[in-house]
């Protein structure tokens, strides 16, 4: 995950991405601080996916490919057209998983990015070295369980390794 630093440009102000690709070629993540108003039954609707009752939450993932959606979702139990990203973490683009994993008796937790980040080659790692982003672990309580409004803070801390109440509201000073 990365994690923006607080003195990160406006463009990453406060974003916490998930990486899913990185590499020669470039890379690709989502933003997972940026809800949308849209309900997720909602969203998947107005993508053609039929899902009642389906729960989860629905971001702006990014500002490439917005009329897209990928899902990012948890459990062990993940289709053939996904691709695990951690630990009891996956991510999918196909509309028949996307329908069948909120459909099916035990949903999984499920966040909906509309869209994703991009990166040409060596451009993340040229930001990285800029220090506008930290890099931290893959954290499923951020992606899924965090409220949006405090997962940068919370992941802010664990990159950091302080507890998120003691963080509270301070200005990290630039060294």
Do not use: Y
């Not at 107005?46 to 959606?69: E, F, N, W």
């Amino acid at each position: 995950m990365l994690i923006a630093s607080p003195d990160a440009p406006l463009r990453a102000r406060r974003s916490v991405i998930l990486v899913a690709v990185h590499g020669e070629g470039g890379s690709l993540g989502f933003v997972l601080n940026r809800p949308l108003s849209l309900p997720l039954e909602e969203s998947l609707a107005s993508l053609g996916i039929r899902a009642p009752g389906a729960r989860g939450k629905t971001c702006r993932g990014g500002t490439t490919g917005p009329d897209g959606a990928w899902l990012l979702f948890d459990g062990e139990d993940a289709p053939e057209d996904s691709c695990q990203l951690g630990p009891n973490v996956h991510v999918t683009a196909s509309a028949e998983a996307t329908e069948t994993l909120l459909t099916r008796c035990v949903a999984p937790r499920a966040l909906l990015c509309r869209g994703h980040r991009a990166w040409e080659a060596g451009e993340l790692n040229g930001e990285i070295e800029a220090g506008i982003w930290f890099v931290a672990p893959l954290d499923p309580q951020v992606i899924f369980d965090a409220p949006f409004e405090r997962r940068w803070q919370h992941a802010l801390c664990g990159a950091l390794g302080v507890n998120a109440p003691w963080l509270g509201n301070f200005r990290i000073a630039s060294a």
